[in-house]
């Protein structure tokens, strides 16, 4: 904050923060990525308890999505490259993408 003095009037200028947007991350339903890598995935990458990482790989399973969480635009591309990344390692072609809240 900072103050401008012009001999009569004294004028504060504040600056606004703005909450940076949020991003739901969303993983993909393929015909091949198996339930287990996927909650492996949930509780490695997201740090999701197993209980509710095999309820999102249920939602992915018979939905065809699952969302696993809202990040920032960072986080959630950097989310998603670690999955990309973890799915290639091991041969799956599971999906995960983000949609702006």
Not at 27 to 43: A, G, M, Q, R, S
Not at 70 to 99: F, G, N, W
């Amino acid at each position: 904050m900072s103050e401008q003095y012009d001999g009569q009037l004294k004028e504060e200028i504040r600056e606004e923060i703005k909450e940076p947007d949020m991003y739901r991350v969303i993983l993909l339903n393929d015909d091949y990525t198996t339930t287990d890598f996927v909650v492996e995935v949930l509780v490695s990458i997201f740090h999701k308890p197993p209980i509710e990482a095999a309820k999102i790989m249920m939602d992915v399973h018979k939905k065809g999505k699952g969302v696993v969480g809202l990040y920032t635009h960072d986080i959630a591309a950097t989310k998603i490259a670690q999955v990309h990344s973890a799915a290639r390692d091991r041969e799956y072609p599971l999906k995960c993408i983000m949609e702006k809240v």
